[in-house]
């Protein structure tokens, strides 16, 4: 199956930026649409970001829409999830998710909570005051 593997997570000040990176292998011929949760202690796993196959469909929760921007490379099996103007809420870890049933973005299965069995294993980030 599927497997996920999130990579630029860390500590940031409120205000700044950072940008995550997934990539995935196992499956890497196939296509399918790519997305992004989080999850803080205590609290479900909360949508963030999804994007189809061909990349011109995209959709975002509305808790970070218009600060954080999904992006993706289908050659490298790669997405991106570029964070800006960050706040200590956004403290949490962040998985990459995958569809290997769709190329395009089921809203149902990109919700909170989550339909989704290909996960990674997530990369934390920490914003502080």
């Known amino acids: 199956q599927v497997q996920l593997v999130e990579s630029g997570g860390g500590l940031v000040q409120a205000g700044g930026s950072l940008r995550l990176s997934c990539t995935a292998s196992?499956?890497?011929?196939?296509?399918?649409?790519m997305g992004w949760f989080r999850q803080a202690p205590g609290n479900e796993r909360e949508f963030l970001a999804a994007i189809s196959w061909t990349s011109t469909q995209k959709h975002y929760g509305d808790s970070v829409k218009g600060r954080f921007t999904i992006s993706r490379d289908s050659a490298k099996n790669t997405v991106y999830l570029q964070m800006n103007s960050l706040k200590p809420e956004d403290t949490a870890v962040y998985y990459c998710?995958?569809?290997?049933?769709?190329?395009?973005?089921?809203?149902?299965?990109?919700?909170?909570?989550?339909?989704?069995?290909?996960w990674g294993q997530g990369t934390q980030v920490t914003v502080s005051s």
């Open positions: 196992g499956r890497t011929f196939a296509s399918y649409a």
């Open positions: 998710a995958a569809d290997p049933s769709n190329t395009v973005v089921v809203p149902r299965t990109w919700s909170t909570p989550p339909e989704i069995d290909s």
